[in-house]
Nanobody, 116 residues
Framework: QVQFVESGGGLVQPGGSLRLSCSTSRSIFSVDFMAWYRQAPGKQRELVAR???????MYSDAVKGRFTISRVNAKNTVILQMNSLKPEDTAVYYC??????????WGQGTQVTVSS
């Protein structure tokens, strides 16, 4: 069962921008939070940004000031606007939600590659 449909990844030069989109079948207001994670080669998956139903937002230190998480309520969609991209942002990006203290099954993710 597909929980998430992630899109928007690609190849971009350092300093460029990408906009990731994630749609889910579950109401984004029924969960603890919606979030974007990423996993670079050889590294553990890490939290990038999250947004709660009431709009509280948290970013990792690595992306603060460069990335913006937002939502399209009527479409159960969460957006990650990524600006000033760096090579170290290269990773597979995943969205997920936490419900009753547990994350859902992971989707396929979308590849982001920052390279000149």
């Amino acid at each position: 069962q597909v929980q998430f449909v992630e899109s928007g990844g690609g190849l971009v030069q350092p300093g460029g921008s990408l906009r990731l989109s994630c749609s889910t079948s579950r109401s984004i207001f029924s969960v603890d939070f919606m979030a974007w994670y990423r996993q670079a080669p050889g590294k553990q998956r890490e939290l990038v940004a999250r947004i709660t139903p009431v709009g509280n937002i948290m970013y990792s230190d690595a992306v603060k000031g460069r990335f913006t998480i937002s939502r399209v309520n009527a479409k159960n969609t969460v957006i990650l606007q990524m600006n000033s991209l760096k090579p170290e942002d290269t990773a597979v990006y995943y969205c997920n939600y936490r419900l009753a203290g547990r994350l859902a099954d992971w989707g396929q993710g979308t590849q982001v590659t920052v390279s000149s």
